[in-house]
């Protein structure tokens, strides 16, 4: 459980690092992957809780923190 947990936050701020480097967001690095790493946390747990997701924890990670990225940052735009 512990090193899915780390691989998850480790996919989570590589993701959030390449959506930056990319332009898919201009949010700052930084930003990006704490929403990212949030994302990807909350998805983690509610995995955990309620037993619903993707087969792979990777694929999990990296679906988790692509829609934090969507969701987040347009959520506080006016």
Not at 12 to 22: L, M, N, P, Q, T
Not at 30 to 53: D, P, T, W
């Amino acid at each position: 459980m512990f090193p899915v947990l780390i691989g998850t936050v480790v996919i989570a701020g590589i993701v959030g690092y390449v959506s930056e480097k990319s332009g898919f967001t201009h949010n700052g690095y930084l930003q990006s992957i704490i929403i990212c790493v949030g994302g990807a946390f909350l998805f983690y747990f509610v995995r955990l809780m309620f037993g619903f997701g993707f087969a792979s924890p990777g694929l999990n990670a990296i679906v988790s923190s692509i829609g934090a990225l969507i969701i987040v940052p347009t959520h506080w735009r006016r």
